[in-house]
């Protein structure tokens, strides 16, 4: 019986082995290029929301001072 089991273990094993790691490799390929574009998404949000949010300040800072094309002597 536990010969049975041993061998029934070990033919799984073989059998199934190649097809579980190539199982885990696939998983983890896809895996790391899902986080690759997160990485690459969320970065990109970033960079556009720094830009917003400057773009922002200037218009404010166009709103209160005014544009000057002349030259002006600073009081």
Same mark, same amino acid.
């Given at each position: 019986?536990?010969?049975?089991?041993?061998? @029934?273990?070990?033919?799984?094993? @073989?059998?199934?082995?190649?097809?579980?790691?190539? @199982?885990?490799?696939?998983?983890?390929?896809?895996?790391?290029?899902?986080?690759?574009?997160?990485?690459?998404?969320?970065?990109?949000?970033?960079?556009?929301?720094?830009?917003?949010?400057?773009?922002?300040?200037?218009? @404010?800072?166009?709103?209160?001072?005014?544009?000057?094309?002349?030259?002006?002597?600073?009081?």
């Amino acid at each position: 019986m536990r010969v049975g089991i041993a061998s @029934f273990i070990a033919a799984c094993i @073989f059998n199934e082995g190649l097809q579980a790691k190539n @199982f885990a490799r696939m998983h983890d390929e896809q895996r790391l290029v899902r986080q690759r574009c997160r990485s690459l998404s969320s970065s990109k949000e970033a960079r556009l929301a720094r830009k917003m949010e400057l773009t922002i300040q200037n218009e @404010f800072y166009e709103e209160t001072e005014g544009l000057s094309d002349e030259p002006r002597i600073a009081d």
